[in-house]
Structure formats: structure tokens, C-alpha cells
């Protein structure tokens, strides 16, 4: 069983920037693709990033391209969201979850608690 733990969440203003990161206990990440999730209060859970397990290829929704950047260290046994030029729009709890390189929630079997990014307007 994998077991995810997310930190770095917190209160931020429109415009500036949050590291969230993902870390594991007990197994390696390392041959799992790794994925980063958001929900928003009364919202279904959505795809924000993804990343191989090599790091050597991500992709992005399209509202965060340009802004937000995925990596991992594997040594570490991390995961990391770069977030950047923060929109209230952003707000919500973002989870980390390990599996298939997809969008798709249903294709990644193990996932953190979550953590709370707030953007002020």
C-alpha cells in the first residue's frame, strides 16, 4: 500500500506563487506515474498535471499551462506542483495520487489526503 502526504498548501494572494509537494512512506514512486488532482467546494474532482515515472515526460490541463510545473526526484521519493502566477479560480484542495499517466482519476489507485491551496483576490 502506498501511502501519499501532501504539504505546502496555504493562503496566498492573486498573482503569486505555492510549491506543493507529495511525499511517500513504505514503497518507492518511482515506477508509478504521478498526478496532481484539485477539487473546489461543490465541484468534481479534475486532472491538473501528470508526470512519468521518469519525470521525463508531463502534460497539463490547459488552464494551468504556462503556470504550473510538475517534477519528482525519485531519490527523494517526491512529487512537486510549482504553481505560478495564482488565480483565485485556483482555489481548492490538491491532491496527489500515484498510477497510469492519464487524466483520469480512475486510472490512478492510491492518493493522498490533500492539501489546501486558497488564492485571494
Known amino acids: 500500500q502506498v501511502q501519499l502526504v501532501e504539504s505546502g498548501g496555504g493562503l496566498v494572494q492573486a498573482g503569486g506563487s505555492l510549491r506543493v509537494s507529495c511525499a511517500a512512506s513504505?514503497?518507492?514512486?518511482?515506477?508509478?506515474?504521478m498526478g496532481w488532482f484539485r477539487q473546489a467546494p461543490g465541484k468534481e474532482r479534475e486532472f491538473v498535471a501528470t508526470i512519468s515515472w521518469s519525470g521525463g515526460r508531463t502534460y497539463y490541463t490547459d488552464s494551468v499551462k504556462g503556470r504550473f510545473t510538475i517534477s519528482r526526484d525519485n531519490a527523494k521519493n517526491t512529487v512537486y506542483l510549482q504553481m505560478n502566477s495564482l488565480k483565485p479560480e485556483d482555489t481548492a484542495v490538491y491532491y496527489c495520487?500515484?498510477?497510469?499517466?492519464?487524466?483520469?482519476?480512475?486510472?490512478?489507485?492510491?492518493w493522498g489526503q490533500g492539501t489546501q491551496v486558497t488564492v485571494s483576490s
Open positions: 513504505k514503497h518507492s514512486l518511482s515506477s508509478y506515474a
Open positions: 495520487a500515484a498510477g497510469a499517466m492519464t487524466g483520469r482519476t480512475r486510472d490512478y489507485s492510491y
